[in-house]
DNA sequence: TTCGAATATCCCTTTACGGGAATATTCGGT
DNA sequence: ACCGAATATTCCCGTAAAGGGATATTCGAA
């Protein structure tokens, strides 16, 4: 139980660097799907029941289910029970994750790597 | 060709929504890899040449450059040859890309979806 | 408790992908 | 022209994942 609090940045849970990785692979994994991607899309409209995501997207009901339980796993979407239906929408935590991960490499926008001492020094002697 | 200059935002590609969607599917695709994802988050420190990036990954050289070549036709890195070496440094696009997208998505930050009538909406008469 | 709507799960087949090992290619040096 | 280092490519194999279809489950209504 190392640096519990260490930065005290938002709702950080003690990962380091290597296990925010893996976990952005996880969450990258479940976007790199047409049909879920377009899910993601169509829930920011908005908390949907699966029938109403399945006839939007003109998908079939098992295929909907099937890619809203990996969302799900990767902590995308939640689901919320009302009656025989279940409502899915969309987490903030994950867009909240990228967003930090993407901070890391925010100096590419900047100066991307121009200088050259560091490109020479891949040279052997 | 309508819009071209419509938002003068950065370097826009003139892409529709659907298709950035399309875009980033491969981009995430190519990052929701654990070996890529290592790959990148390696590269944040410079150029690398495939030789170094296999060496200080543990990983075998054909493994390096196939998993190289994906993160290439993602755009997520550029290759520079160096005589027999080829370093391999990241492309800032994709990122901003990302952070674009990402932006769509802000609005679940703040609100959340707090709002009931949208949930309502979706019970049956 | 029986019925029907909504959703999840299971089985099957096909395809995409990653690892391993061998081989091809490219390039500078001699 | 030849050799060796660095890199890319190819082939094979095993596994994970996605689609299709049928079926199981759950819940409210009557």
Known sequence: MRGT???G???DSGLRRDDMDERHTELFGALAEPSRMRIVSLLREGPLS???IADRLELR???A???LKVLQQAG???VQAAANRRHYRLR???FREMEDWLAGYRELWSERF???DEYLRNMPD
Chains 1, 2 share one sequence.
């Open 114 to 116: 121009d200088r050259l």
């Open 92 to 94: 903030p935590e994950p």
């Open 76 to 78: 995308v979407v939640e």
């Open 61 to 63: 009901q098992p295929q």
């Open 9 to 11: 940045r938002k709702a």
């Open 5 to 7: 609090g260490e930065g």
């Open 50 to 52: 699966v029938g109403e």
């Open 65 to 67: 289910s099937k890619h």
